[in-house]
């Protein structure tokens, strides 16, 4: 068995995962990727979920080894933050031609690294295979490790070749390149008792910057973010926190995991999205801390921040009650967690009529049940033609979903929101959750949803009859 | 120094060079005897309050910036829509030359145009001679089918009769005794461009309908099947009177476009020059009165037109411009009404494409604040659609609108939750409007080319459609009416709004964190 495969096996076996644990050897042997049907619509690849992954740390250089494809699709597509360096943005691929297809491509790879190094000499470069170049035969492990001893810098591999396997596996693998070759390798300047990581945060529309400020209220340091808004330093010594925080559930579960294991780094999975779910945020952060030895008064401090965040939110829902109430939502989302955001929508009054649980573990699953009761409409993978029905049969007033079903929802002629990576509104904690409610105010009282539903007069046979009447037919009249 | 023989520099470089940004500073001081820098900030600062809103606002006389044009420009733009008509404007020469340059400015196509060019004496003595001899030479020099004789103030303060004067250069011989030529009396201290565009083709019409200025007969209306069609005082002319001819074509509509300057507007480059080409021939203007119905796209730009002709026996409607889903409905329903054509599922897909355009981004439009200017129709069509489309038209403002309009618009918000904070501002002009975008701050600014001097002082950007367009090359060849105009104007919009938020987060290692390929 070659080294990726072994590195698939090992992340499908995920012992942190619930899914996992319920299963049989064999059948933890098989994967837990479910085989993506030929013909049917899927999501993105393997390399896909790892560019994703690892793009948000900013001062690499993220060099895509492949044919231009790769990176030409993929180029600076997520709406991920930066404090600083711009270099995650710039497009690098070693762009390879036929005769590199022929001849092997770890040669121009090499030499893309030095060129790299030469020109902008960044803290670090991540190179990522594809599948062409994993079919070629290029080990760019190899190519990496000889890069990384020649010019004295870390060259990272990727190993994350399109065809192994989902996007979803892809995140995970990305984790992987990061526990092998990056997390542990440095150690910063200074420590406290309060440093945490936070994990699986993007940082998509500047989230991490609007739950921040209330952990520096706190007093707590994000030592490191794996991945939004980082560094390649802060990942590098980031084994050093006292905690951690598992944002998004399933895409890098392996890294903290791994990191409790090698570097008694004890985690909780938490969400920034919601009230309920921000502020049990806050205590888990505090509670861990606590546990790991920082001052009592700690937990104190972040219940009063809770209950001021918590008080004046409710007070900035006032106005949007009414408009809100019973409003019926369709929730489908990738990467967000379901659970988290039905409980953010009902507290203020909407109903979840449906949500999607394509990515969601057991645990999540069970979350939902308790929130939207043992009925809850889960749907496990719904294709645009069922969405589009759903929608078209007004079983939900307004769809919150990533930016691909948006067109599905204008074409059933239904308001829609944009809750996924391509938004540009952050919805993260306490002012993210009043900034999603005001955006779902907006787009379901935006004027174009009633001239969407609306036919076009001319087929419209009762405004015939309002501009003449008397002009009724019988079976109208006797209708009316 | 830095302009030399060997190196000119040209304006863009010249002025920004040491010796005379130096030379400048000195000059300033030394003897312009300046007010000091703080002085000047200061009142800078002070047009920008309410307080100076309000004695802004308290002007009786002077007009400052007027968002309006005078009759005669409105009167050679109706007239060119005809068949090889010459424009002849009864009057001083300069004013023909604006004219001209006026519109090839926006049109980017030569502009036809002559004038009787009277003089001091001619003043004094009264313009029938200017006008013999300029009926005379236009006819010979430039063969024109048709001349439509307007005026400039200069033959209207004296009271020149055009009926009279054209009278009597045919009985000296000027042009032939049946040669036509239409008149309107368009003086520019009456009204606007649009109230020119109304007076010339109201002449032109009656000259065709009503006998001629007494030479012929007046014809007897055979009603037919066809509808006229007017277009108003339109920047948009060459685009629109192809769309709309177009929808016409498809719903199969017979039609007559009343004053079709599509082409004369547009034409190719090919080596030969067309001093007129295309336009409403002389035979379809004065068969236009057999039409069982007409059509106007501008109420305020055929104020006296519409009543003539529906004196005439047609059935007559008017619209405001029409923009957007509801409006081209209104529009194209009233055409299937009149004509019994059915709206064809070409259409129905056109108008399906624009919901869908409109739903899609609808977001970024949603609750953004817009000044609009304009003449008084477009006015109404443009805010009518920025309600459509969620926005909020919170200034409105036609120089050249009455209190009619001003009402008109009101009703219109009125009946708008997102017409609630919105005003209408009729009779003003684009100072007020600056002392507006101070005080009451918007997102965008959407008027002619003379909004950016607005752009300039007030940083409001400014989203360019109406007329003219001087700045920005081509957009009179794109229609902003049928559902196809519609997504063209959304476009100009939404162009707009990405291009500020790129613009907001541009700058490197700064705000470009926000600099996002996806919006």
Known sequence: ?480 | MSQSAEKVLDHFDLFRQPEYVEMFEDKKSNFEAPHPQEKVTGIVEWTKTWEYREKNFAREALTVNPAKACQPLGAVFAAVGFESTLPFVHGSQGCVAYYRSHFSRHFKEPSSCVSSSMTEDAAVFGGLNNMIDGLANAYNMYKPKMIAVSTTCMAEVIGDDLNAFIKTSKEKGSVPAEFDVPFAHTPAFVGSHITGYDNALKGILTHFWDGKAGTTEALVRQPNDKINFIGGFDGYTVGNLREVKRIFDLMGVSYTILGDNSEVWDTPADGEFRMYDGGTTLEEAANAVHAKATVSMQEYCTEKTLPMIAEHGHEVAAFNHPVGVEATDKFLMEVSRLTGKAIPEALAKERGRLVDAIADSSAHIHGKKFALYGDPDMCLGLAAFLLELGAEPTHILATNGNKEWGAKVQAMLDASPFGKNCHVYPGKDLWHMRSLLYTEPVDFLIGNTYGKYLQRDTGTPLIRIGFPIFDRHHHHRYPVWGYQGGLNVLVWILDKIFEEIDRNTIVPAKTDYSFDIIR
């Open chain 1, 1 to 480: 068995m070659d080294a990726l495969s072994k590195k698939v096996q090992e992340v499908f076996d995920e012992p942190a995962c619930g899914k996992n644990q319920g299963k049989s050897e064999k059948e933890r042997k098989k994967g837990c990727t479910k085989q993506l049907q030929p013909g049917a619509a899927a999501g993105g690849c393997a390399f896909d979920g790892a560019k994703i992954a690892l793009q948000p740390i900013t001062d690499v250089a993220h060099l895509v080894h492949g044919p231009i494809a790769c990176e030409g699709n993929s180029w600076d597509n997520r709406g991920a933050k930066s404090s600083g360096s711009r270099l995650y943005r710039t497009g690098f691929t070693t762009d390879i031609n036929e005769l590199d297809v022929v001849y092997g491509g770890e040669k121009r790879l090499y030499k893309s690294v030095k060129e790299i190094i030469d020109k902008y000499d960044p803290p670090a470069i991540f190179v990522y295979q594809t599948c062409v170049t994993a079919l070629i035969g290029d080990d760019i492990e190899a190519v990496c490790k000889a890069a990384s001893q020649k010019f004295g810098k870390p060259v990272i591999p990727v190993n994350a070749p399109g065809f192994v396997g989902s996007k979803n596996l892809g995140n995970k693998l990305a984790g992987e390149a990061l526990l092998d070759h990056v997390i542990g390798t440095q150690e910063p300047d200074y420590l406290t008792p309060y440093d945490i990581n936070i994990i699986g945060e993007y940082n998509l529309a500047g989230e991490l910057w609007q739950v921040k400020p209330l952990l520096d209220e706190m007093g707590v340091r994000i030592l490191s973010c794996i991945s939004g808004d980082a560094k390649y330093r802060e990942v590098a010594y980031s084994h050093r926190a006292k905690a951690a925080m598992m944002v998004c559930s399933k895409a890098m579960i392996n890294i903290a995991r791994k990191m409790e294991e090698r570097y008694e780094i004890p985690f909780f999975e938490g969400s920034f999205y919601g009230i309920t779910d921000m502020s049990d945020s806050l205590r888990q952060i505090a509670k861990l801390l606590v546990d790991k030895g920082a001052p009592d008064e700690l937990l104190a401090r972040t219940e009063r921040i809770i209950a001021r965040e918590e008080a004046r939110f409710w007070q900035r829902m006032e106005p949007f009650k009414d408009r809100l109430k019973g409003i019926k939502v369709l929730l489908i989302t990738g990467g967000v967690k379901s659970w988290s955001v039905v409980a953010a929508l009902q507290e203020v009054g909407m109903e979840i009529v449906g949500t999607s649980v394509k990515k969601s573990t057991l645990e999540d699953k069970q979350k939902i049940k308790e929130l939207m009761g043992e009925d809850a409409h889960m749907i496990e993978d719904m294709t645009p033609r069922e969405m589009y029905k759903m929608l078209k049969d007004a079983q939900a007033d307004i769809m919150l979903s990533g930016g691909r079903s948006q067109f599905v929802a204008l074409k059933a002629k239904m308001p829609w929101l944009d809750i996924n990576q391509e938004r540009h509104h952050a919805y993260a904690g306490y002012e993210g959750m009043v900034k999603l409610v005001e955006e779902i105010d907006n787009s379901l009282h935006n004027p174009v949803w009633e001239q969407v539903r609306k036919p076009a007069p001319w087929d419209n046979p009762f405004l015939e009859v309002m501009a003449a009447p008397g002009s009724l037919s019988p079976a109208l009249e006797a209708a009316a």
